[in-house]
């Protein structure tokens, strides 16, 4: 039987994981619900299926991977990378109503340098490329935008959150009037509200950056912004993307999302949260995680038979031969289904009639 997209991308991944030493991960029970409510905006959606298991404890149907990964590597020494192949419950924002969703995801957790970034990126280029090599990543790095924050001294909290969310908004407009009312100089609100909206080559976006750089922690992230999009395979593929913005409490540093051509959403996301980690006793980590859960329905085949054969047999007596005759068929490489009758819609590439003689 054909292997579905979904399965030969995780066959695929996995293989290439491996490769580059990471080892799988598996979950073996769930987590209790005071693990994700403690850290509740680090999830994509504060709505979680809870249960009680037969002690009483309150737990979860497990709406996120990452944070079992760090619980998991909280009393481990040393680095460690891990891949998973794991379902997630979310709420469909779009349907409202609770789905398991498949992913296929790595984790590096205290393992830093630029080597392990862009190893990163390249194996989230990769996972894109197994599902379509019609593919874009984009990239960026948050200190930039946090560090051209922290120069300016009118930004209380409420501010941060309205700069916060125009940015990811793509809204330049409204952004550079709350920065200007911030008192951020008009012509580099103007220059800064621009760049965060720029659409143009990596190139481009990196001469225009550097010009605004204001301090250390702004001029670090452009070169790791650099990095990602230079000084790796296929430059071309690798589009910088200001507006990627995750919640600072647990995100800082390198974040990137990708796209494939067929899906009309991002189907990978990743980056830096250290913030998290160090809730963990972890200087350091850093993931991505890539949606399963749409390859099929998008890059599926539809296969014009769901069966090469079906045997109907016309009594009892019948049975045993039309066993033999669709084990000798099915060695042949052929697809055969065994009925008494013929079921409703199915759709067959030949019908044969077994009878008691």
Do not use: W
């Amino acid at each position: 039987m054909k292997l579905t997209k979904s399965e030969q991308t995780y066959l695929e991944l996995g293989s290439l994981y491996e490769s580059y030493g990471y080892d799988k991960f598996l979950m073996r029970k769930f987590e209790e619900y005071s693990l994700y409510l403690e850290n509740k905006n680090f999830l994509t959606s504060e709505h979680i299926l809870t249960f009680n298991d037969p002690g009483g404890k309150l737990m979860a149907l497990r709406p996120d991977i990452t944070l079992s990964i760090l619980k998991n590597a909280k009393n481990k020494k040393g680095a460690q990378k891990v891949y998973y192949r794991e379902n997630v419950c979310r709420l469909d924002k779009r349907s409202m109503q609770y789905v398991e969703i498949e992913q296929l995801g790595i984790e590096a957790v205290d393992s830093v340098g630029t080597a392990t970034l862009l190893e990163v990126c390249e194996l989230a280029k990769k996972s894109l490329e197994a599902v379509d090599p019609d593919y874009i990543l984009c990239v960026s790095d948050m200190e930039y935008v946090l560090g051209f924050l922290e120069t300016v001294k009118g930004m209380d909290e409420g501010a941060t959150e309205r700069v916060m969310s125009f940015i990811k908004s793509k809204n330049a407009h409204e952004l550079y009037l709350e920065l200007t009312a911030c008192g951020v100089k008009e012509e580099y609100a103007a220059e800064f509200s621009s760049l965060i909206m720029f659409s143009g080559t990596n190139g481009e976006i990196f001469e225009k950056a550097k010009a605004l750089v204001l301090n250390q922690r702004m001029e670090k992230a452009l070169m790791n912004i650099k990095s990602m999009t230079s000084e790796s395979a296929m430059p071309e593929k690798v589009k910088v993307d200001f507006t990627l913005m995750n919640d600072i409490s647990y995100y800082n540093g390198p974040v990137f999302c990708g796209y494939v051509k067929k899906i009309p959403r991002a189907i990978l996301t990743g980056g830096f949260y250290n913030r998290m980690a160090q809730k963990f006793s972890k200087t350091c980590a850093v993931g991505f995680a890539l949606s399963l859960d749409e390859l099929d329905a998008y890059y599926g085949e539809n296969p014009e038979y769901d069966v090469d054969a079906l045997l109907l047999y016309d009594s009892e007596e019948a049975v045993k031969k039309a066993l033999r005759l669709a084990e000798s068929m099915r060695s042949t490489g052929m697809s055969v289904r065994i009925e008494k009758s013929v079921p409703e819609g199915i759709r067959c590439r030949e019908i044969i009639r077994v009878d008691s003689d």
